[in-house]
């Protein structure tokens, strides 16, 4: 793996960053100037700065694997796939924000700059190759939650939120950070890649490894609300603003979830054979994973079950989702991981779509709780009939992209052997559960009286509901160009598997 | 733009035609009308750079491989494949359902259902041409299953009438019959193999990984789903109920999409066919071509006429391919479907002016529709094989391909007087149909009074078949792109002479025979059914196969099934309730403790969910530190669990 120590020509290679961060400075600034149509400026800012970090990010394609300013960030195919992640999701919230009436006209400005914020800080994630960058990154991406969290402080529920969720996240990144702590101690680098041979060769207790990385642990969990790391989710997805919660749902888990598998990866795995690692060390951090991943699907899906609010609901949904995607972690192979990147994206889709449903009617309905869903497939026919797709591909029900995203974790623990398959019954049945309350929506939508009188929904949300409900279908039937895609953004691992 | 991009673009514009009028139909002027028939003009156009490119290229081969799944060392291929053979069907398919959409502009005027009628049409012709762009068996069984979905929806397109939604069902019912067949067939190939792509499997074949009697069988489960689709017998039973939908679909069944599915496939995938499978395909056929053509005499309906003539066509194909007549056997697949197409348009016509479908209410009607006249002519001498009209070329060669197969086989002495009795009958129905329809005086002069000529947007397409149906069979284009994937026996030298004489022979003799009887006079039709009325019985009732079917299929099977009912009603459900007597009766013997558990175990399914569910979520307190307690508490436990 190459190493490029000079500073000024890495920077060549952290184009998307920088755009990032321009075009962060450039909205603050211009907020400040301009005194006209603040918010719409800002938001075409906003595109326009995701237009060009996507337009930088792919022509760093075809990426190779390389260590930037003095090894403290990756780029290679996997950090790309995220970073390209990370704009899709975050446009999609850029979009469908200005047709909404969740951010108050005075602080657009600040809004969207903060948008790009955290997309900076979830591509800096995505890269960070050093403990030392892990902290910096996530707290970028932290920090950034919290001001969104809480960016209707007028409101008690989103100020509420946005404290519970600073709070909490402090003592999460702490106990990280000391795991952190631990772990330099143990091994005398801070540096990822580094990590494995100063592991073999400093010969230290298997207990002490262990109570570092389950320090470690609890920071990433809490950023992709695994059980019992979690808590927060709930109260902090129903009282932001509806659009910061379905970007929480989905950038900063992913960001999440990029760092856990670098990290572990990375630093606490050896390459055995191609496409296939082994624990360092023997610490038995799979088995740790597993437990976690199962518990996180049961207990997200078995909350679900008795949510009146949809937005709290979708919160308890997204943790089980966390525990669906962990699941191809623990396997150390490719498919395992393959199938976990090729679930995010599936995710994306769906989560974001159920989410933009659940935006584009609290205009017109007023109403984000479940009981004034019903009848809604009478008055607005195509955002109930979108919503009944996305629900159904969260369960994953075929032909929809989720069954092929599910399909791929459950064949992944089955190919695996005999080890992983109670895993794997764990999911069947979670999926199961699932069921319930999603198509408790659909019932209630489709089946049950409400009252009359149409609603009219946004066309911009009519044009974006089918920009995301196109793939969610169209994933389901035909796969391979994105199967390639995620297949080419597996190889993170490059210096490991020499 | 490559070839590949106009492959794809040939193949998707009716999908995206469909799929737009089905949803977005009833909004767009016109009803979308011009939408559909513009997207398969699209894809004819689409489709011609391919034929040129075969053309210019026999051995052209061209592949668009895709995966659809991959886990591990598993994976199911999505490849699109053109050579030769492709290239035609492509071609033909697209150029005949372009002139079908648009023909129903026409026909189908005013229907209320008129938008979703083409969104349909588009969805039938994006079928067929993946069907034929498939390169393996995994797609083209998909494809085969989407043929089969819009033809059911477009036999029961009028579903308020009972005629019509029974067909459908029909339809749909058999061809599963024999869609199982292909799918057992299927399999068997791939647990062999372990392959769906035709070329890996036909080299597995060639290289001896599977045969004998396993790879006969193999093959005579995938010719039951060719005898599905293509209506051999016994399972040709759907075809002539097909004619309930509207006559355009009945075209488009005929002659570029349903029909020529089976026939197709059993071509593209000759190798897996074993010369003992052929036999059983040849005798099917055989059958086929002969008996249909029998029935074609005694029946008054226009349409179903040339619905059994279809039949008898599709058996000469079938024949044609299992004697070693490959090219033959495709080419005439490709010539019928121009006449067919035609034949069945004119009909639409005849039906269209006159509101009736009955032969015997006809007559008469040259002077009124020429147009319809004159095409209907031609797509009639091409069908009876009389030279030059493309009909004769291909069913010729067939001939000449099942006299050469009998001259070395003499014991299957059966399948050449099939073959030339088979072509006599084809000439007698077919200037029967042609006699009592258009000459002699009007039957019904009502009737006849109100006929009229069609629109030009109905007698356009007519004429320009009529073209094909004339001059289709000139040139030897066809034996020049399709070349055998195997090597072939020849037959003896004589064959094909005496093929030529024979099959000349036996059309003049059915058309001088139609002549002197619905003509002339000389025979009388009425005489001689009676002379041989037990006979003409039989033939009438179309062999009593749909009878034999209720008989022996039907109304067993619907006895089975209230036995069954009868069974899980008295056995079972009397089981069920002695169980729950007695379960009543021992729990009042234990007392309530029991009882108790019992129901609880009951409930206990759906409830502990909800309820453990209600539990959890009291520990969401909302107070962050109890939050931080939990996370806390979780870190500790995980390290108590690992330390002990």
Known sequence: ?498 | MDLATYVLIALFAPLAGATVQIFLGRRLPRHGDWLCVGVLFVSFVASIPTFNAVWANPAFKLQILSEWLTLGSFGIPLGLQVDGLTGIMLTVVSFIAAFIHLYSVGYMHGDPRYSRYFAYLNFFTFSMLGLVLADNFFLIYVFWELVGLSSYLLIGFWFERPAAANAGKKAFIVNRVGDVGFFVGILLLWTQLGTFRFEEVFKGIAAGQMAGPLLTVTGLCVFLGAVGKSAQFPLHVWLPDAMEGPTPVSALIHAATMVAAGVYMVGRVYPVFTPDAFVVIAYVAGITAFFAGTIALTQFDIKRVIAYSTLSQLGYMMLGLATGGYVAGLFHLVTHAFFKALMFLAAGSVIHALHTQDLREMGGLRAKMPVTFWTMMAGSLALAGVPPFSGFFSKDAIIGATLGFVMAHPQHLLLALFAVGGALLTGLYAFRLMFLAFTGAPRDREKHHHAHESPPVMTVPLVVLAVFAVGAGWGGWFERLVRPPVELPHGPAGAHTLALALSLLAAGLGILLAYWTYVVGKISAGRVADRYRPVYTLLFNKYYVDELYAAGVVRPFLALTRGCAAFDLGVIDGFVNWCGRFTRGVSRVQGWIDFRIVDGAVNLVGNAIRAWGAVLRLVQTGVVQNYILVLLGGVLVILLLKVL
């Not at chain 1, 404290?163 to 000391?178: D, E, Q, R």
């Not at chain 1, 760092?259 to 390459?271: E, G, N």
């Not at chain 1, 669906?324 to 974001?352: D, E, P």
Request: charged content about 10%; overall charge positive.
């Open chain 1, 1 to 498: 793996m190459p190493v490029i120590t000079d500073n000024i020509a890495s920077l060549g290679y952290a184009t998307p960053e920088l755009v990032l961060a321009g075009f962060f400075l450039f909205i603050l600034l211009a907020d400040l100037v301009f005194t006209r149509n603040r918010g719409q400026m800002a938001c075409t800012l906003a595109i326009l700065g995701l237009a060009m970090t996507l337009l930088v990010t792919l022509r760093l394609y075809p990426a190779g694997e390389r260590l930037l300013f003095a090894k403290m960030m990756a780029i290679d195919p996997f950090a790309l796939f995220f970073k390209i992640f990370f704009v899709g999701s975050t446009a999609v919230i850029v979009l469908l924000s200005p047709a909404t009436a969740y951010i108050p006209r005075t602080r657009q400005g600040e809004y969207y700059a903060f948008l790009l914020a955290i997309t900076l800080g979830m591509s800096l994630l995505a890269s960070a190759a050093d403990l030392v960058m892990i902290v910096l990154a996530l707290e970028m991406v932290s920090v950034t939650s919290y001001l969104l969290a809480g960016f209707m402080k007028e409101q008690a529920a989103s100020a509420e939120a946005a404290l519970k969720y600073a709070i909490y996240g402090a003592v999460a990144t702490g106990t990280m950070v000391y795991g952190m702590s631990l772990l330099y101690g143990i091994t005398g680098t801070t540096n990822l890649y580094e990590m494995p041979q100063a592991i073999a060769r400093g010969g230290a207790a298997p207990l002490a490894l262990f109570v570092a990385v389950l320090l470690v642990l609890v920071g990433f969990g809490y950023k992709i609300a695994a059980v019992p790391f979690h808590m927060w989710a709930p109260d902090v997805y129903e009282g932001a603003p509806t659009p910061v919660t379905a970007l929480l749902s989905v950038g900063p888990k992913a960001a999440g979830f990029a760092v856990l598998i670098r990290f572990f990866y990375a630093a606490l795995a050896v390459p055995a054979g191609p496409g296939r690692w082994n624990p360092v060390a023997d610490i038995d951090w799979p088995l740790l994973v597993a437990v976690i991943s199962a518990v996180t699907m049961t207990v997200g899906n078995l909350i679900a079950i008795n949510q009146s609010n949809l937005k709290r609901l979708l919160a308890y949904s997204a943790i089980a989702h966390a525990g669906y995607i962990l699941m191809g972690f623990v396997l150390l192979n490719g498919q395992g991981l393959y199938a976990m990147l090729f679930y995010l994206i599936v995710y994306a889709f769906m989560n974001l779509g159920a989410f933009l449903v659940v935006i584009a009617l609290a205009g017109p309905l007023r109403s984000e709780e479940l009981k004034d869903y019903a009848g809604l497939a009478s008055r607005t026919a195509f955002p109930a009939v979108a919503m009944a797709v996305f629900l159904f591909s969260l369960t994953g029900i075929p032909p929809l992209a989720g069954f092929v995203g599910k399909f791929y974790l459950f064949a992944a623990l089955i190919e695996a052997g005999r080890a992983w398959l109670w895993l794997a019954v764990v999911g069947v049945l979670n999926s199961v559960i699932s069921l319930y309350y999603y198509a408790r929506i659909v019932k209630a939508m489709f089946l049950e009286k409400g009252p009359s009188g149409r609603l009219t929904v946004a066309s911009a949300h009519q044009v974006l509901i089918a920009a995301l409900l196109i793939p969610t279908v169209l994933l389901g039937i035909y796969w391979a160009p994105v199967a390639r895609f995620t297949d080419y953004s597996l190889r993170l691992l490059g210096p490991l598997a020499r």
